[in-house]
């Protein structure tokens, strides 16, 4: 069992920043991949979540979905068991809860948080 617990989220205001960092504790060696994924408001099925960025634990390239390129930045922390979302250049389409999730693969998401509320203004 893996256990995740997200923080950092606010509201700010278009191109302003904010860190989400995602605390993970319990068997996490299980899992082989981390993520952020997001639900925007008005989308509250779980198959509407967006993938924002995942990141392999052992290392290699982040992936990022096309629409946060180049503003967001997701790293972990192997010694912590901490995974970070570092957001820059915040849109109002930014908006949204967002979540950690950990797997395997990249592809198959066992774990979820709670979410953190992120709320962009313009």
């Known amino acids: 069992q893996v256990h995740l617990v997200e923080s950092g989220g606010g509201s700010v205001q278009a191109g302003g920043s904010l860190r989400l960092s995602c605390a993970a504790s319990?068997?996490?060696?299980?899992?082989?991949?981390m993520g952020w994924f997001r639900q925007a408001p008005g989308k509250e099925r779980e198959g509407e979540r967006e993938?924002?960025?995942?990141?392999?634990?052992?290392?290699?390239?982040?992936v990022y979905a096309d629409s946060v390129k180049g503003r967001f930045t997701i790293s972990h922390d192997n010694a912590e068991n901490t995974l970070s979302l570092q957001m820059n250049t915040l849109k109002p389409e930014d908006t949204a809860m967002y979540y950690c999730?950990?797997?395997?693969?990249?592809?198959?998401?066992?774990?979820w948080g709670q979410g953190t509320q992120v709320t962009v203004s313009s």
């Open positions: 999730a950990a797997g395997h693969w990249c592809r198959e998401w066992n774990y």
């Open positions: 993938g924002v960025a995942t990141i392999y634990t052992g290392g290699g390239s982040p």
């Open positions: 319990g068997d996490i060696y299980s899992s082989n991949c």
